[in-house]
């Protein structure tokens, strides 16, 4: 890679001087045949470019400030959808967005990170770092899938938890590791799809599920380059190198058998053409919904969490037992039944008469 541009900007500045050739000629009607030639050598420069990114210029197009977001994806693949507010205790986190949507007319839940676009909906929506109360309103809409027995499919595009005192002092940890229980004992089905960063457990909160599908430039990772460096390096500054070990593509993880399906981008990137990828998107998460239909007999949608083969926790795959009885879904909060006693009537008058 020596002599070639390792910044995402300096890659994409010869595509972006030719596409402004283009606009500048749409003017002029005369000028079709040199329209139409620079537009093949844009299709044929974006193919050659993006073809050998390292996994530092992948880790900045999954950042792309005109990257197509969770709501973004949501209009263009659901026929309706309903959002729902807030966690029934503290607040309403925007920084999660999620509600009763339909697609194709069936009914399913749909949860995902939600950044901003200019700085009021960047501070508005947190920069897509989700506070604890963000985690319970998913855990929410988590029971309602379960009780109403809608399928869910998430969003993942954070950077990480918010990691300030306010939102430690509210239980960031327990909220998160909550919904990772809560997670693996759905009775529906799950479908998590990372859009943009998975990052650490604040996209782990979300990714519980029975398939998991990544854009193609995407990245997943516990740690996002600039903090592992910062840790391992103490310089920030070679984020480039660390990218590159943390394998956090989403043809690494395709490998490692982390994630099921890796769905091909607009060339060039999502913000290319947003409308083509949420086409792309759509068609994968049918498609995971019929192939494994077709596997199991009688066919039918995807088995919920609790009884599919495959738990999939971030890094983490294992087998559950298929003659196992499921577990009955049971309300986040909700007090475990006491054991019965087994013991006798004398038993039980000596520990009344010990205090126990």
């Not at 398939?211 to 995407?218: A, G, I, P, Q, T």
């Amino acid at each position: 890679m020596s002599g070639q541009p390792t910044d995402l900007a300096d890659l994409e500045r010869p595509i972006l001087d030719l596409e402004a050739q283009i606009r500048a000629l749409e003017m002029d009607p005369g000028k079709t045949k040199e329209r139409d030639r620079l537009r093949k050598k844009v299709d044929k420069l974006k193919a050659e470019v993006f073809a050998s990114i390292t996994d530092w210029q992948r880790t900045q197009l999954a950042r792309h400030p005109r990257r197509p977001y969770t709501l973004d994806y949501i209009e263009r693949i659901c026929d309706r959808f309903e959002e729902i507010h807030g966690d029934r205790n503290f607040a309403d986190d925007a920084a999660i967005v999620g509600g009763m949507g339909w697609i194709g007319g069936e009914p399913v839940m749909v949860i995902g990170q939600q950044k901003g676009r200019d700085t009021k909906q960047k501070i508005i929506r947190n920069f897509g770092m989700p506070r604890p109360e963000g985690y319970r309103k998913a855990r929410r809409l988590f029971d309602l899938a379960a009780r109403f027995q809608r399928p869910v499919i998430t969003f993942i595009d954070t950077p990480g938890a918010y990691p300030g005192i306010g939102a430690e002092e509210r239980g960031q940890a327990e909220a998160i590791a909550v919904n990772l229980e809560v997670m693996a004992s759905l009775p529906v089905p799950v479908v998590a799809v990372v859009i943009g960063e998975g990052g650490s457990g604040g996209a782990l909160a979300l990714g519980v599920a029975n398939r998991v599908l990544m854009l193609e430039y995407s990245i997943y990772s516990v740690i996002s380059p600039e903090s592992c460096s910062a840790i391992l390096y103490r310089d920030a500054g070679k984020a480039q190198k660390t990218a590159e070990a943390l394998r956090l593509t989403a043809r690494d993880l395709l490998g490692f058998g982390i994630t099921d399906e890796v769905i091909p981008e607009a060339p060039g990137g999502a913000h290319r053409d947003p409308a083509l990828t949420a086409r792309s998107v759509g068609a994968a998460l049918l498609r995971q919904a019929a192939a494994d239909g077709a596997g199991r007999a009688g066919g039918g949608p995807l088995p919920p969490v609790q009884g599919h083969g495959r738990l999939r926790r971030g890094a983490l795959s294992r087998g559950v037992a298929g003659g196992a009885p499921a577990r009955a879904h049971r309300r986040p909060g909700a007090v475990k039944p006491r054991a019965q006693t087994t013991q006798g009537p004398e038993a039980v008058a000596r520990a009344g008469e010990s205090g126990v």
